[in-house]
């Protein structure tokens, strides 16, 4: 019975020993960067806002000037996009207000609230945030962001 009880308390032990031992091992990992926080304001300006008046913009996750990106737009009521086309296709999804997104060849595209547009590589787009509330929307880029200037 003395040995079972020595034994069962050398368990308990380096069960203690090991959980400590882990512990300290998981505090001097360093954290991935996909598990850190990460906080940006709203109201950054410059690329991809440069020269559009009404427009800011937040840079979410990723380098626009190397790779893949998110970032969300705020478009003040009224404000139009001149046509332009990127080399990377585009996802968008409204978050609020109303875009009118124009793509050369297709229809005009009512994006608002929980709403999803995907146009390709080079789609030539255009638009604006309808009158009423200001416009905010999350767009992702597969590739680095460029903007082209295009015509109609």
Same mark, same amino acid.
């Given at each position: ?29 360093? $954290? ?60 968008? $999804? ?59």
């Amino acid at each position: 019975m003395r040995t079972k009880m020595i034994l069962a308390t050398m368990a308990g032990s380096l069960a203690l020993m090991a959980t400590g031992t882990a512990s300290s091992l998981a505090e001097s990992r360093p $954290v991935p960067a996909a598990d850190r926080v990460v906080y940006h304001g709203h109201k950054e300006k410059g690329s991809p806002c440069e020269g559009l008046a009404g427009c800011t913009f937040v840079q979410l996750k990723g380098d626009p000037k190397s790779g893949p990106s998110e970032a969300m737009f705020t478009l003040k009521a009224g404000t139009p996009f001149p046509p332009h086309w990127h080399t990377s296709p585009e996802h968008v $999804v409204g978050v609020s207000g109303v875009m009118l997104w124009h793509v050369a060849g297709k229809k005009t595209y009512r994006v608002g609230a929980g709403d999803f547009l995907y146009y390709p590589s080079k789609a030539v787009h255009w638009g604006k945030c309808a009158q009423g509330a200001d416009c905010v929307y999350y767009v992702y880029d597969s590739e680095p962001y460029d903007f082209h200037p295009a015509e109609r």
